[in-house]
């Protein structure tokens, strides 16, 4: 897609002119921006994921059965649910595209961004006056309205020390002011762009009001210097230190002088600037599953000859819900990497691995050497691919000859 073609998800807007005008420097609020947008979920069944172990999700009461703006974790049941008033409470699960493709769908539309830099989708639901209260995200958000109505107000951008409301669960914004002509009550396909630390209120206005809030990864200075010195310092050897061949005789035994600095500084320097080793550190990062338990390995292990065989009898490969694929060029070498491991891949491969393309015997012809062969059992074997079942199958084979029929 060029960067020049108008978008409805922005509103007409082209990716160039949002990401120049609006990414991380303002909102933007953008109508219908998933026309006749249908909600993939049912609050009901937003409840039912909340009450599976494993999946985090949060009550917030703003009149809790214990203190105000209670915040409450799951797994929830049937009783928690039942116990509720009919206002001011909200339910949140995260990562809701790792586990209804319907809800890993929507992120398809977002392809204008590195698909690297998207963390998860978060479902909330809220009867009427529902909310978490005032608060800041530390990252880009896009908030799509998927059923009712919710209020939304907006409060500026926000510094580090804003004060917090003390006493509860959550960071709520001690002071809100709402910025003139921020407040807007979003419909269904309605959706709101926020870049980081903008100050931001919503609250239901109905009682089937269900958010889908599409979050940006962005790790921060703290977990970036700690997780690239724990990467780097796994491979440096025990010889490599610190050395001092140019040391003079000193004025004193116990100064610590500009010239040990100095060194150090260089040690330290020679062994950071490596933007070799920093794309392959950040490839791995940016690729981390959100959870560590996320992967489901296969329980007999295939060979290269099985996953041969399976394609050659028309199965189709997909890339699991919440693993994530991408790829980096360097010196005419790529790496792919995938859920937190890099694979040398030609690059060819690499790309159609890191899309959306459906994997098939077809759009896999040109890359079946033994090699990919080799890592496409391997990514299967970890659970990052995995086979479709026969029914998405017949429909992905119907949906590609309709394509062809059209062409």
């Known amino acids: 897609m060029s960067a020049n073609t108008?978008?409805?998800?922005?509103?007409?807007?082209?990716?160039?002119?949002?990401?120049?005008?609006?990414?991380?420097?303002?909102?933007?609020?953008?109508?219908?921006?998933?026309?006749?947008?249908?909600?993939?979920?049912?609050?009901?069944?937003?409840a039912?994921?909340?009450?599976?172990?494993?999946?985090?999700?949060?009550?917030?009461?703003?009149?809790?059965?214990?203190?105000p703006w209670q915040v409450s974790h799951?797994?929830?049941?049937?009783?928690?649910?039942?116990?509720?008033?009919?206002?001011?409470?909200?339910?949140?699960?995260?990562?809701?595209?790792h586990y209804v493709p319907e809800v890993a769908a929507l992120l398809e539309a977002f392809d204008f961004l590195?698909?690297?830099?998207?963390?998860?989708?978060?479902?909330?639901?809220?009867?009427?006056?529902?909310?978490?209260?005032p608060h800041v995200d530390n990252y880009d958000v896009f908030l799509l309205q998927g059923s009712g109505q919710r209020r939304w107000q907006l409060g500026g951008e926000q510094p580090d020390d804003a004060p917090i409301v003390s006493g509860i669960d959550l960071r709520m914004l001690e002071?809100?002011?709402?910025?003139?002509?921020?407040?807007?009550?979003?419909?269904?396909?309605?959706?709101?762009?926020?870049?980081p630390r903008i100050a931001h209120h919503g609250v239901s206005q109905s009682a089937d009001c269900m958010t889908y809030s599409i979050g940006f990864r962005a790790p921060s200075a703290d977990e970036v210097i700690t997780s690239f010195a724990d990467y780097l310092g796994e491979m440096q050897p025990d010889s490599r230190r610190y050395t001092d061949p140019d040391l003079a005789p000193c004025a004193h035994a116990g100064?610590?002088?500009?010239?040990?600095?100095?060194?150090?500084?260089?040690?330290?320097?020679?062994?950071?600037?490596?933007?070799?080793?920093?794309?392959?550190?950040f490839g791995r990062v940016m690729t981390q599953p959100k959870y560590v338990?996320?992967?489901?390995?296969?329980?007999?292990?295939?060979?290269?000859?099985?996953?041969?065989?399976?394609?050659?009898?028309?199965?189709?490969?997909?890339?699991?819900?919440?693993?994530?694929?991408?790829?980096?060029?360097?010196?005419?070498?790529?790496?792919?990497?995938?859920?937190?491991?890099?694979?040398?891949?030609?690059?060819?491969?690499?790309?159609?691995?890191?899309?959306?393309t459906p994997l098939h015997a077809a759009t896999l012809a040109e890359h079946l050497d033994d090699a990919a062969l080799t890592l496409l059992t391997e990514l299967l074997n970890r659970g990052s691919l995995q086979w479709q079942d026969e029914d998405a199958e017949d429909e992905d084979a119907e949906d590609e000859d309709a394509e062809d029929e059209e062409a």
Do not use: N
Request: hydrophobic share 40%; aromatic share 8%.
């Open 175 to 195: 002071r809100f002011e709402v910025t003139a002509d921020e407040d807007w009550v979003l419909e269904p396909g309605d959706m709101l762009y926020l870049p």
């Open 255 to 281: 100064q610590l002088d500009d010239q040990a600095i100095a060194r150090l500084r260089r040690l330290m320097l020679s062994v950071i600037d490596d933007p070799a080793q920093m794309a392959q550190w």
């Open 293 to 356: 338990d996320q992967l489901a390995p296969l329980d007999t292990p295939m060979d290269s000859a099985a996953t041969a065989e399976a394609l050659a009898q028309g199965r189709y490969l997909e890339r699991a819900l919440g693993s994530r694929f991408a790829f980096h060029d360097e010196d005419g070498e790529t790496t792919l990497f995938v859920d937190g491991d890099g694979h040398a891949c030609p690059p060819p491969l690499a790309r159609l691995l890191a899309d959306t």
């Open 114 to 133: 590195p698909r690297w830099r998207l963390d998860d989708v978060m479902v909330s639901y809220a009867p009427p006056e529902g909310s978490v209260g």
């Open 6 to 46: 108008p978008l409805s998800i922005l509103g007409g807007l082209t990716a160039e002119t949002f990401l120049r005008d609006y990414w991380q420097k303002k909102p933007l609020l953008i109508r219908g921006a998933f026309p006749d947008f249908a909600s993939p979920l049912a609050p009901e069944e937003l």
């Open 48 to 67: 039912g994921l909340a009450c599976e172990d494993g999946i985090e999700a949060r009550l917030v009461e703003a009149q809790g059965p214990d203190k």
């Open 74 to 97: 799951g797994p929830f049941d049937d009783a928690t649910f039942a116990r509720l008033p009919d206002r001011e409470w909200t339910l949140l699960v995260q990562a809701v595209d």
